[in-house]
């Protein structure tokens, strides 16, 4: 007997050990990740990730057409922008100087300009001067061929307008204007902004606004940059007010909506994990009146979540605010396995044995684990990063709780009750007996038949919605900050565009000058206000050859007449002698990308060239040794209705793709949500045929009854409420399947143990659905669109579930 007492205690050490070694490495490795950069190199990456965009999945089937969307997003999260508008426009003026005085004095930023250093404006002029007899214009193009250009009408129209508005070459190195025109045709500038003052004004009607930008410092999906410019915009917000109270100071960057979601999720994080836990052991301590109990329970739900942190940010490498707000949210599932042991020890009284009611619990753990780690699984396919996340993070939080349960709680729980609630599973146990009278035998058929009979017309009014925005609201105070920003400076989201590629930088080029040709000419019945693409900068070799060629066939053929042009319009032997001699002596090397990009002026629109990009994967690219060039043109002024023409304009030249993410995501959307229900009805018959495989065909088909009606009654309940389905209704109703066929599985099961208390087995069941109801259903307070879908659609699930749940208990003379 000692021998048998001393053996069961090594075994208690070294499972209680054994946990104590997983529960330290994985509040060790989140301390170290959530630590920051001081503990490590290896933990200088952010463990929370805030880019919503992360959550988006890679919608382009072209990987460079990523690479682009990815170099954009880049090149704009490293921006705050400020907008200072008053309608006295010394007061705007000046409030915009304090405002870049604060933000530079705040140590926030690595660069604040609210005041443009001295240009010289002649720079660009004198970059492209060697080049000026390879640059025309489409018209001057046109004139010169169809030979109603000639050189004295040129030279008297440069001539009565030597100050020609914005960019223009010098009259003696430009008589005939030609470089002066193209030059006027550059995008340098496709806003409202002008330069007053050394500064970034518009004007709309009465009101004058002054741009202010900022460069950050590192990410802005990183908390302590995030923290640092709220603080700062903060106390320069509040400066500004009070010295310039008529000001109005609007702001935007990704920064900002960073920093808004991740606090938006902290909070969800803090009210759900906090409500749940609190919900959750009042509900443990009014059945089970035992401390201990609910520290037991927590423990292994603890060790679950513990565990499921840890292994996530080890895969993922971060922890998207999604997945920690479902985590909190998780609590309630976690716990589940948990009470049924406790219903178990509570039920047993003096006669408790740690090993027999383990053996007892076990089989319709087992089952429950099984049914929810499919329906998680299923999740786990959907092309989301972050739903990803989330299936890693529920597969591995309540596979832990199970093994936590399983081993960890037989060795706690050795002595039996002191006392149990006896009246509470008398009541319970009236309670079902009533309840299932009514879903008896034949009964449950007549139930099952009228809940589809009410659940049929719901149906016939769903409808469904595939708007990306349903993923991802920003913050509505941001978003019209964001607006009024872009209307006064005169931009638009810049979200659509087309990505060129070709072998060749020049074959980039040359694709991009003909997809400017088809933007300039109407699309869907009319014009866009314009288009940007580094070929308006930096023509192909071909197109400078050409027009180079175009001139010495036509107006330049004679350098004879030439010259006496010139001087007859009364410019100087020297100067006109100068002019004939570059056109005849010059260099006719082309300009290229190369020495475009060096020019400190082209960093503002070198977003639009992307470079040599990888075609296919790394790997691939590697041994054949391909890579691809390619450019982003970026449409101006498109209106949703011509957005069907831009994107079939992408198939009319080779190379071409137009990229619209939100409108990609949108059919991505529409073509998982038709999938999804295609996953669900393969999910049912996999749980059916493992229920069936455990209780028969006629036992299986009663215990998955009830989660089938509760699936119904969810699509017809948003069909009733006019609430469009979506993709994560549809991916909710997967955790229906797994974690709603439970309650029928701890039923049954709890029928078919020997001397089993039924009202303690209902107790438990719906205790079980109590806390995972709370926790679930705080997703629908969340401040994210896809939580709430999903505790909606959970809540609803599930209450169906556990009211059927009885459906699956045995008939009398049935088989297990």
Known sequence: MQVVQRGQTHQRVRVLLLWAVIACIAIGYCAWRFAGPAWGSLASKPPLQTNLLALLPKTEADPVAEHALDALAATMGERAVYLVTSDDAAHAKAAARQLGQALAASGAFRHVLAEIPPFDVTQVARFYLPYRFSLLTPADRAALASGSATLPALLAERLFDPLRAGLAAPLADDPFGWLSRWLGALPLSATNLSIEDGMLVAHRGTATSVLVTATLPGSAY???????????????????????????????????????????????????????????????????????????????????????????????????????????????????YSIQYFVVYLSAGREWDARRGLREVRPALLVALATSLLGYAILAWAPFPALKQIACFAMVGIAAAFFAVTSLLPVLLTRSARRAPTHLFHGAARLLSVWRAGLDGRRAWFVAVLVLAVALPGWMRATSDDDIHLLVQRDAALVAQERAVREAIGVDDGARMFVVKGATPEAVLERCEALGERLDAPIGGRRLSGWQSVSQFVPSARRQQADRTLLASTVLHAPDAVRATLMAGGLREDVADRYVDAWTHGHAAPLTLDAWLAVPWSQPYRHLWLGSVQEGSASHAAAQGASEYAAIVMPLGASADQLPALAALAHTVPGVVFVDKAASVSRLFGAYRFD???????????????????????????????????????LAAFGYAGVPLTLFNWLALMLVLGVGVNYAVFLREGCVREGADLGAVWTGVALSAATTLLSFGLLAMSAMPVLKSFGATLALGIAVSVLLAPIGMPQKGERR
């Open 222 to 336: 990183e908390t302590s940059v995030q923290h640092a410019v709220r603080e700062a915009t903060a106390s320069a917000l509040h400066a500004s007010g009070q010295a310039f109270p008529d000001v109005r100071i609007a702001r935007t960057g990704a920064v900002f909506y960073a920093d808004a979601a991740r606090r938006a999720s902290e909070d969800d994080v803090h009210r759900i994990g906090l409500w749940s836990t609190c919900g959750i052991a009042l509900l443990m301590f009014w059945i089970f009146r035992s401390p201990r109990l609910i520290g037991l329970g927590f423990v292994s739900t603890a060790i679950g979540i513990g565990c499921a942190l840890a292994v996530t940010m080890a895969v993922f490498g971060q922890l998207h605010l999604l997945t920690l707000v479902f985590g909190a949210s998780l609590i309630g599932e976690a716990v589940d």
């Open 676 to 714: 999804s229900a295609l996953w669900l009805a393969a999910a049912l018959v996999l749980v059916g045929a493992l229920l069936i495989a455990r209780y028969r065909v006629r036992g299986g088909i009663r215990v998955v009854l009830p989660v089938v009606l509760a699936v119904a009654v969810a």
